[in-house]
Each structure stands twice: as C-alpha cells, then as structure tokens.
C-alpha cells in the first residue's frame, strides 16, 4: 500500500476512534466526522446542545493531506495530535505542523511543508 | 432528479461559488471546501495566514443534509445562508435552523427538524 494511501486509513480512523470515545462519554453532542476523501480534507466537529441549553459547535481536529504529507490544521486535544500520528509509525518528516508559521515550524523535529 | 438529490448539488455549488470568490479577494488564505457526500456534511472553512502573521482559522458555513432536510448548523455569513437557500428554490420546511434551540425554530416560518 502506497503511504499516502496507509496515512488517508490512519487518519480516517484515528478521527473515528476519536469520534466514538466521545459519543460514548456524552451522547447528548453530536461528534462528526467529516471525511472528504477527493480532497483529502479530515475533520472531527462537534455539533449539538449540552443539557444547560448552550450550544456546542466546534471543530476538534483538521488534518489534510498535502503533497504525501500530513498537515494539522488545527488541534484542539489536550495530548496533541502529532504525538498520536507518530505513535501510529507516521514519521515526523511527513507530518506538518500548520498552526504554526513555517519560522517555527523549521525549528521542530516535524517538517516544514 | 430527487429533492435530496437537488439539495445536495445547491449546498455544493452555493459553498464552491462562495469559496471561489474569497480565493479572488484574498490569495493568502485558503479557502477550503470540504464535502462528506457519504455522511452528508458539507463546509467551507478557512485556513491560512494574514500578511501580519496571524494565523486565520475558522468554519464560515456548516451544512448537513438530514431526513430529506437542509441544516444551517452553522452560518458566519453576515447576509444568512437560510435566505440563499430560499432563492435557490428551496422550501423553508425544508431548511432547519440548526444553530437556534428547536423552542427558538417553532417560532420561525423554517423547519423545526
């Protein structure tokens, strides 16, 4: 299997793993995933009302896949994405850390895109 | 062509003509389509950075098709989605306000879902 195609399961299934834990813990928010395979656009987003009447709307992880790499758009989990990806055998020179601006990411171990 | 069918093509062209029109009135930011046509989810987000620095994130429209209806489960837009949606020709009993609470949605001439 070509890597871009074993990173598009990793991540498919790192954001459904993801989306199950928390529909478990709290079925009152909706926990999508939204899977946009042609683009290569990955996101977990929140959606829903919580039992005090307030809205709950929120994206929690956005991975895209670029040019055989995997970027993070956003991440909003306390124990941080990259760490998981890595753990999962993605090496850090295939994972781009795009919430921070290419000067930082130069100074990380992971790539700089 | 079924409704369900129609929907899913207006939300797709309403979010790509929107998206193409921010890519024309600023390159820096990239504005990103992303459509789940197995799950039904559909968004326009924006990723990228301003020329000052500052990092740009954020979802300006969340659409989902649900039970042969249109949810508005997220609208930044300052015109309103629900109106565009409207003057496609969709039926406001058909389009529910996701982001108001259903005792707020009864109250509207739009779906209640």
Known sequence: MEPVEQYRKAVQKLLSDRAER????NSQVEAQTIFDTERDHYQLVYVGWRRNGD???GCLIHLDLKDGKIWIQYDGTESGIAQELVDLGVPK??????FHPPSVRKLTEFAVG
């Open 22 to 25: 928390s529909q478990r813990s």
């Open 55 to 57: 809205r709950d709307y």
């Open 93 to 98: 020179e295939d994972i781009v850390l795009g």
